[in-house]
């Protein structure tokens, strides 16, 4: 079973605080991402790594930076957490383009971000 | 317009019922479909992929329709732990969408 792990399920960070949340797969998936998912909006894409270093924008990434060093691991970093990115965040990998029909994506556990 | 839209819903049907939800998409040369399914503050789980001959897995089919750019999923002889949000995730380019989700509740 493909395990994408997030570091937390729940956090409470303070307005201006800088904010990392991690995300760690065990399938050497090339592919990474990370959403946001907030109710009546759906899940929207921030940022998005098919390699190590590599990293591409998403439909939202204002406010956001990501890390990718190691093919398992994807960080999400709030440079100056807002009340505005209050948000359940769900990190999601996937094998390569030719694989992806079968397997689709399989997302982590999510976390609950509250930043007051 | 966006790329993925859903019914919201709810929907909401009595036990043994069969229920059909559509979603609809925007780019003519999308390349993969999906269904996935999300229970209350759980992450989405993948329920099933949608080839374009339509599958069916139990009590579940999906069916991808070019044409009218759509994907639809039937459930038969719902079941109380069938209620959920059922997600459609469109892949293209790349990229993969998703709509906003349509909620079923199965009531007794």
């Given at each position: 079973?493909v395990?994408?792990?997030?570091?937390?399920?729940?956090?409470?960070?303070?307005?201006?605080?800088?904010v990392?949340?991690?995300?760690v797969?065990?399938?050497?998936?090339?592919?990474?991402f990370?959403?946001?998912?907030?109710?009546g909006?759906?899940?929207?894409?921030?940022?998005?790594?098919?390699?190590?270093?590599?990293?591409?924008?998403?439909?939202?990434p204002?406010?956001?930076?990501?890390s990718?060093?190691k093919?398992?691991?994807?960080?999400?970093?709030?440079?100056?957490?807002?009340?505005?990115?209050?948000?359940?965040?769900?990190c999601?990998?996937?094998?390569?383009?030719?694989l992806?029909k079968?397997?689709?994506y399989?997302f982590?556990?999510?976390?609950?971000?509250?930043?007051? | 317009r966006k790329?993925?839209?859903q019914?919201?819903?709810?929907?909401?049907?009595?036990?043994?019922?069969t229920?059909?939800?559509?979603c609809?998409?925007s780019?003519?040369a999308?390349?993969?479909?999906?269904?996935?399914?999300?229970?209350?503050?759980?992450?989405?789980?993948l329920?099933?992929?949608?080839?374009s001959?339509?599958?069916?897995?139990?009590?579940f089919?999906a069916q991808?329709?070019?044409?009218?750019?759509?994907i639809?999923?039937?459930?038969?002889?719902s079941?109380?732990?069938?209620?959920?949000?059922?997600?459609?995730?469109?892949?293209?380019?790349?990229k993969?969408y998703?709509?906003?989700?349509?909620?079923?509740?199965?009531?007794?």
């Amino acid at each position: 079973d493909v395990k994408v792990t997030q570091s937390s399920r729940y956090l409470v960070k303070r307005t201006g605080e800088k904010v990392f949340l991690e995300c760690v797969q065990d399938m050497d998936h090339e592919n990474m991402f990370w959403y946001r998912q907030d109710p009546g909006l759906g899940l929207r894409l921030i940022y998005f790594s098919y390699d190590v270093k590599m990293k591409e924008k998403g439909d939202i990434p204002e406010g956001y930076s990501v890390s990718r060093e190691k093919k398992e691991r994807f960080s999400l970093i709030l440079e100056s957490a807002s009340t505005n990115q209050t948000s359940m965040y769900l990190c999601a990998s996937s094998p390569r383009q030719g694989l992806l029909k079968d397997y689709g994506y399989t997302f982590g556990s999510g976390t609950r971000l509250t930043v007051v | 317009r966006k790329e993925v839209e859903q019914d919201p819903g709810p929907f909401n049907v009595p036990e043994g019922a069969t229920v059909a939800f559509n979603c609809t998409y925007s780019n003519s040369a999308s390349q993969s479909f999906f269904w996935y399914r999300q229970d209350c503050r759980k992450e989405p789980k993948l329920l099933m992929s949608v080839y374009s001959s339509g599958n069916e897995d139990g009590r579940f089919t999906a069916q991808l329709n070019r044409a009218s750019q759509y994907i639809s999923l039937l459930i038969r002889d719902s079941k109380l732990s069938d209620s959920a949000t059922y997600l459609c995730g469109i892949y293209n380019f790349n990229k993969f969408y998703f709509g906003s989700g349509t909620k079923l509740n199965v009531k007794p």
